[in-house]
């Protein structure tokens, strides 16, 4: 099983629509958790940490689920500059700053 | 700041040959990371520092890779010699100590073995 798994998509959203997608992480002493968007050609850059009560960022909102082992984002009001692939990345907490990367979710935003 | 600075942007080769992969984090940072990305396995660390001190390099594939960080404002991966698998999307990333998670990425290398 991989540590931090992803459905790949696409996830295919009308303009104005919600998405939302899970990750899954197989290490329960899993410390922090982080989503990241890469748009296609470039580099990936932090979209936002996530926290154990659950925090929102204009339209995106994190969840963790530390009992069944996930986490979510949910993109409110999808705007056509929202069509990424959206990696879930894990840090376990033990071994420094290591962080592991999902394969990512790819989003696409349609007129 | 102008950000974490890689270079080359792009790398073409031929088998067996070396390859040299350079990275300067941003001033300040404690953490410097080195990842490569392909289709079929995401990105994978290869391995990341902490003041200049190597700290986990589980992740690098075999003896035909190494990194160094020789100072706090560079660091270089080399291939000796290249296979055409080492084919991929290499990415140097860094981070300020109070910032466990949070990488900053450099535009990456795009490295092709032939």
Sequence with gaps: ?111 | DAGVIQSPRHEVTEMGQEVTLRCKPISGHDYLFWYRQTMMRGLELLIYFNNNVPIDDSGMPEDRFSAKMPNASFSTLKIQPSEPRDSAVYFCASSPASGVGKLFFGSGTQLSVL
């Design chain 1, 1 to 111: 099983r991989k540590e931090v798994e992803q459905d790949p998509g696409p996830f295919n959203v009308p303009e104005g629509a919600t998405v939302a997608f899970n990750c899954t992480y197989s290490n329960s002493a899993s410390q922090s958790f982080f989503w990241y968007r890469q748009d296609c050609r470039k580099e990936p850059k932090l979209l936002m940490s996530v926290y154990s009560s659950g925090n929102e960022d204009g339209r995106f909102t994190a969840q963790l689920n530390r009992a069944s082992q996930y986490i979510s984002l949910l993109i409110r009001d999808s705007k056509l500059s929202d069509s990424a692939t959206y990696l879930c990345v894990v840090n376990p907490g033990a071994a420094g700053n290591k962080l592991t990367f999902g394969g990512g979710t790819r989003v696409l935003v349609k007129p």
